[in-house]
Nanobody, 114 residues
């Protein structure tokens, strides 16, 4: 089964930028839809998603600041995060739909200081 692994998290000041990566162990073509989620102590929310065809969707809280993209050749999905805010802090997980199964990565921590 294809696995996903996130990287690129870290500590950044408010207003800064980070680029997260979600590397697939196999072909990223295998996934019908993929998304980035933010996990905090009380909830997990979808912040950005991309269909196999490349259509994107964003949570209202990140629209205009975050950009999701993918590289077929690198089998990797990315999340470019600009103008970060303290409320963006959390563990970011990527997920992909393989048929009826959702595959999850382990997550990467993003901490934004004020």
């Amino acid at each position: 089964q294809v696995q996903l692994a996130e990287s690129g998290g870290g500590l950044v000041q408010a207003g800064g930028s980070l680029k997260l990566s979600c590397a697939a162990s196999g072909s990223i073509f295998s996934f019908k839809n993929m998304g980035w989620y933010r996990q905090t102590s009380d909830k997990r929310e979808l912040v950005a998603s991309m269909t196999a065809g490349g259509a994107t969707n964003y949570a209202a809280s990140v629209k205009g600041r975050f950009t999701v993209s993918k590289s077929i050749g690198a089998n990797t999905m990315y999340l470019q995060m600009n103008n970060l805010k303290p409320e963006d802090t959390g563990t970011y997980l990527c997920s992909g739909a393989l048929g009826s199964i959702n595959v999850w990565g382990q997550g990467t921590q993003v901490t934004v200081s004020s």
